[in-house]
């Protein structure tokens, strides 16, 4: 059986979700790694750092270079979501959504879509924040996922 690996796009990931992460990362004795262009901090002390140059994409390339098909990746990131499902890599965000060679399209297209109605001003772009909501949305679906990994 193949190693799992935890790969996480830690620059927009909320508190929560790399506490989970690395809490339950430790539990079943699987790597986790953070990539992202600062220290970025966590309750736990059992992870991998690594910061990348403060260029765009240099967080999204390295995952990508280093990441396998045994792995899960948690990134907000559709467009390297979308890069990551091409690949067969596992991926899910932080609020729950696995992304598949099924949905991945239509996600990516539901984003361009709302990118555009921000950019012409029919829409405004806006984060609307994390909660713990989202959070069990999000831990229902790495806890599934991690498991199924682990199973192959």
């Known amino acids: 059986m193949a190693q799992v690996h935890i790969w996480i796009d830690a620059d927009s990931c909320p508190t929560l979700v790399r506490n989970h992460s690395v809490k339950m990362a430790k539990r079943l004795g699987i790597p986790i790694t953070f990539v992202a262009n600062k220290e970025i ?6 992870f991998e750092m690594i910061i990348c140059p403060d260029e765009k994409d240099a967080a999204d390339n390295y995952i990508l270079e280093h990441a396998n098909q045994n792995d899960l990746v948690i ?15 596992t991926v899910i965000n932080d609020r729950g959504t696995l992304f ?4 991945i399209k239509g996600l990516l297209s539901e984003r361009n879509y709302s ?4 950019e012409i001003g029919l829409v405004k772009h806006y984060s609307e924040g994390y ?3 989202k ?5 229902n679906c790495f806890d599934k996922t991690i498991h199924q990994l682990l199973k192959k």
């Not at 598949?100 to 949905?103: A, G, L, Q, R, S």
């Not at 959070?135 to 831990?139: E, S, T, V």
């Open 135 to 139: 959070f069990a949305l999000f831990a």
């Open 131 to 133: 909660d713990k909501k």
């Open 100 to 103: 598949t060679e099924m949905n």
């Open 115 to 118: 990118f555009a109605l921000a």
């Open 41 to 46: 901090s966590c309750s736990f002390p059992d």
């Open 75 to 89: 990134t907000r990131d559709i467009v390297f979501a979308d890069k990551l499902v091409s690949k067969r890599i």
